[in-house]
């Protein structure tokens, strides 16, 4: 069956940096699209960063510049480098896989807390 494992998420400070990890398994991993995102408590899930097979990326405007998304097809891994981290971006960070809008599949969560 398909798997989507997060890991890497953590209390931080404001201003820290923090890397989650996303392994995939069950799915030919390198011709999906996939992707983080986040749902703050009381709010909706929002799209954060996408990568397509081929690596191009997209990135949500509201953390552009401090988020970035890379993929390693050899691990069946997608991650995501957080940086200059504020306690808005304090949510369930959820990784999703896409094959062409007929498959998707998501992972269980991973929680970033930011706070002093």
């Known amino acids: 069956q398909v798997q989507l494992v997060e890991s890497g998420g953590d209390l931080v400070q404001p201003g820290g940096s923090l890397r989650l990890s996303c392994v995939a398994s069950?799915?030919?991993?390198?011709?999906?699209?996939m992707g983080w995102y986040r749902q703050a408590p009381g709010k909706q899930r929002e799209l954060v960063a996408t990568?397509?097979?081929?690596?191009?990326?997209n990135t949500a405007d509201s953390v552009k510049g401090r988020f970035t998304i890379s993929r390693d097809n050899a691990k069946n891994t997608v991650y995501l480098q957080i940086n200059s981290l504020k306690p808005e971006d304090t949510a369930v960070y959820y990784c999703?896989?896409?094959?062409?809008?007929?498959?998707?599949?998501w992972g269980q969560g991973t929680q970033v807390t930011v706070s002093s």
């Open positions: 999703n896989a896409e094959y062409y809008k007929r498959l998707n599949y």
């Open positions: 069950g799915i030919t991993f390198s011709m999906y699209t």
């Open positions: 990568i397509t097979s081929g690596g191009s990326t």
